[in-house]
Every structure is written in structure tokens, then in C-alpha cells.
């Protein structure tokens, strides 16, 4: 990320991308059941422990160096735990397993780690060290409106338990929006789609078999018998396809040094064949669209022609399922974007109930 003093880009498109950028963490917020609780964080996400961010600066005015980052202040507490238990937080003697972002990003299993394992310093005064870490801005999902920020510790490996803090922030106008946080929107939907089809398909634990395919009335649409008794293989191939594209999103995003989103708990709706290839019609419909309103926000030109590349092939799948489902797969010459406020309720929709 730039600091603001060398941004260059125009207000309005900072503007749109912002605009965007807030809809894309609410989608992201959404398919992992949160704010209020999630299934990374849970009853484990708790504010406990205090921070600090921007520690050097008054009124916690974050001001990017040139490396993009931010400070923020580990402080040693006491507080009392969900069992009643004084816990004393000393970050000098606590592994550095941290997370920094929106709270929103942090219950997806995103956020952004340190750069390293921090300075000691008393920053209160009050006689215990603290620590002080380094986090970068890029991947935290912040889009400049934000009022809080949060830091996440991990107990252990698996990230799914520990404590929190969060702290006021206040944000540059100019700050840009990173392309981690892009990547991690459309990853956030990849996971949605290929858990879709993982979990409808037998040959991966699924419900489906090649079997009920075949013999299904969609199926007998086909009159030549390649096309019908091919048809559960074509839909292995889109299952695949998705899970290239998570596979392809989380190591872009780990290179660029981002944090890559985890995959939550769904739900799919449908009982036949029939309803399951509506529903899978209608999820890349939309991904084909969102990827449309997404491509244009990435600031790194070598990072377009791939997201492109997937697009293509969403759209190829859309055409299949629009076929099985005997929609014309082509009505219209042009194809609109969505914007984030129309994929957000279709996402929830799919989203496992707490």
C-alpha cells in the first residue's frame, strides 16, 4: 500500500473502490456468520485483552511509513475469562500468533500477521512491558471508514480460539484499498462454490452418484447418450475447476503476503437433482457477475489477466448449467456486472445458521 503522501490516484475511483471494498468484507463478514459470533471465533472472541493502536501518534491517527505499515501496542492485562477465571495476559511470554484487521475480516479467518516478533517497551507506564508489533495495512481489510480496529491472539496452531482487543483508529481520506482484500472477496466465493459442489457430488463424500445423475430427468434432456452419460463427469470437472480456483487465490494472496480467507459452514438447500442444479445455475450466475465488478478494481495490472482467466470459466460453466436447466445460456449481448449489495443476500442466503 502507498502512504497517502504518495498516492496519486483519483478521488472518485478511491471513492468506488472504497464503496466496493465495504460491500465485499460485509459478503465476506456475511458467509462466515458474523459480527457477532463466527466459526473461526465463536464464543472465543471475546475483547479481553487492551491495545494500542498507532501508540506514537495522538488520538490513534494511523499514518502508513513507507513500508505501509501500521504499530499497534500489545498491552499487559488481567482480566476475568468466560469461566470466571482471572487470566494475566503477558504478550512478553505469549507466543506471537496474531491477526490484525476489521473484526469483520478477522471472524473469516483473515486479518494480516506481523512482520515480526516486535519490540518490548512500557507504552502506558504502568511498569509492565509491553509489546509492540509491526502490521502491514495491505490484506487488514480496512476500507478508511472505519472507527475501530481489532487484534486477534491465537491459543494455538488452529486459530480457532484465543482472546482479543480492539481499539479505536483513525484512517487516512486518501488511503488506498489493497488487492488482497479484492482477492480475498472472490476467494471468499470460490469457497462457497466449491463447497457447493464438493458437498453435492458422491465421488467427494457428496450426495449425488454418477448413477442418480445419469438416471435423473435433467439428464434425459440429452438424446445422444455421450452427452447424458458424461454429464456427472462434467460436473466433476466444474467441482475441480472451483477448487483450482481456491487453491489459485489462497497462494496469490499468500505471495502478495496477505492472509487468505477460510472456507466456513454451509448450507445448500435442495433435495433432488433438479434443485441442486438450480441452485448451482444460479451460483454461477453470480459468481460471472461478480467477477465482472471486481477484475476492474485491481491495481496490479499482472493481477487481471488471471482473475480474467477465471471469469472465462465461470461463464462456461454458467452456459452449462443455464443448458441443464433450459435457460437460453446467451439471451443478451452484453452481461452486467453485480455490484457487491446484490451478491451480499445471495451469499447469506447459503450461510450455515448459528
Given amino acids: 500500500m502507498n502512504s497517502p503522501k504518495e498516492s496519486t490516484s483519483d478521488p472518485s475511483e478511491n471513492t468506488d473502490r472504497r464503496r466496493f471494498m465495504k460491500a465485499a468484507i460485509g459478503t465476506a463478514a456475511t458467509a462466515a456468520a458474523i459480527p457477532a459470533v463466527s466459526t473461526t471465533a465463536a464464543a472465543h472472541f471475546p475483547e479481553e485483552f487492551a491495545i494500542d493502536i498507532a501508540p506514537e501518534h495522538e488520538g490513534n491517527r494511523v499514518e ?145 452418484s454418477e448413477h442418480d445423475v445419469e438416471r435423473s430427468a435433467v439428464a434425459r434432456y440429452f438424446d445422444r447418450p455421450t452427452l447424458r452419460f458424461s454429464m456427472y463427469q462434467q460436473l466433476e470437472d466444474i467441482r475441480d475447476h472451483e477448487k483450482a480456483h481456491v487453491e489459485k487465490l489462497t497462494q496469490t494472496i499468500t505471495d502478495l503476503g496477505g492472509n487468505p480467507v477460510e472456507e466456513t459452514d454451509y448450507e445448500f438447500d435442495y433435495d433432488t437433482f433438479e434443485e441442486f442444479v438450480a441452485i448451482a445455475a444460479r451460483l454461477e450466475d453470480v459468481g460471472v457477475s461478480a467477477y465482472a465488478g471486481a477484475a476492474p478494481l485491481l491495481s496490479d495490472p499482472d493481477l487481471v489477466p488471471p482473475a480474467l482467466s477465471i471469469h472465462s470459466v465461470e461463464a462456461r460453466h454458467a452456459s452449462f448449467l443455464d443448458t441443464l436447466n433450459l435457460r437460453r445460456a446467451a439471451p443478451d449481448a452484453f452481461d452486467s456486472a453485480r455490484s457487491m449489495e446484490q451478491v451480499l443476500p445471495i451469499a447469506k442466503e447459503f450461510v450455515a445458521s448459528e
Fill in 64 to 208: 502508513p511509513d513507507e513500508n505501509g505499515r501500521v504499530s499497534v501496542a500489545v498491552r499487559y492485562t488481567e482480566f476475568t475469562d468466560a469461566n470466571g477465571e482471572t487470566v494475566v495476559f503477558d504478550p512478553t511470554d505469549r507466543a506471537v500468533r496474531y491477526r490484525f484487521g476489521t473484526h469483520e475480516i478477522l471472524g473469516n479467518g483473515g486479518g494480516v500477521r506481523p512482520v515480526d516478533d516486535g519490540a518490548v517497551s512500557d507504552v502506558d507506564g504502568d511498569g509492565n512491558d509491553d509489546l509492540v508489533l509491526e502490521f502491514p495495512l495491505d490484506g487488514a481489510g480496512f476500507t478508511g471508514d472505519e472507527s475501530t480496529g481489532t487484534l486477534f491472539w491465537e491459543k494455538d496452531d488452529s486459530g480457532k480460539h484465543g482472546y482479543a482487543g480492539t481499539d479505536d483508529i483513525a484512517l487516512p481520506d486518501d488511503m488506498a484499498i489493497s488487492d488482497i482484500d479484492v482477492l480475498n472477496y472472490a476467494l471468499t466465493l470460490e469457497h462457497l462454490e466449491y463447497a457447493f459442489y464438493r458437498d453435492g457430488l458422491a465421488s467427494s463424500g457428496g450426495t449425488f
